[in-house]
């Protein structure tokens, strides 16, 4: 089965940096990507991040800030957070088993991690 697991929450305040870690097992159909969704209190998921063998997308809110990436075997995936906002302030998440194309909505997803809290002050 696949199992996805995050890591690497915490608080930090405006302007700083952090890493989030995705450590993904088991074989995944479909479409092969792994991506970054965050839900803010109150909010619908919001896609963060994809990435594949080859390429990444990001969404208009963090481009530029945020950087994901992976290592060789696609066993981690990493999303790198910088000069962040109050606004980023959410749980984020981690998913994969991507049906189709449409890689910006949640419900198209299959398998998700427990969740980590990202908590920027002002």
């Known amino acids: 089965q696949v199992q996805l697991a995050e890591s690497g929450g915490g608080l930090v305040q405006a302007g700083g940096s952090l890493r989030l870690s995705c450590a993904v097992s088991?074989?995944?159909?479909?479409?092969?990507?792994v991506s970054w969704f965050r839900q803010r209190p109150g909010a619908e998921r919001e896609f963060v991040a994809v990435?594949?063998?080859?390429?990444?997308t990001y969404a208009d809110s963090v481009k530029g800030r945020f950087t994901i990436s992976r290592d060789n075997t696609f066993n981690t995936v990493y999303l790198q957070m910088e000069s962040l906002k109050p606004e980023d302030t959410a749980v984020y998440s981690c998913?994969?088993?991507?049906?189709?194309?449409?890689?910006?909505?949640?419900?198209?997803?299959?398998?998700w991690g427990q969740g980590t809290q990202v908590t920027v002050s002002s």
């Open positions: 998913a994969s088993g991507l049906r189709g194309s449409d890689y910006y909505d949640p419900r198209r997803y299959d398998y």
């Open positions: 088991g074989r995944t159909p479909g479409t092969y990507a």
């Open positions: 990435i594949t063998w080859g390429s990444d």
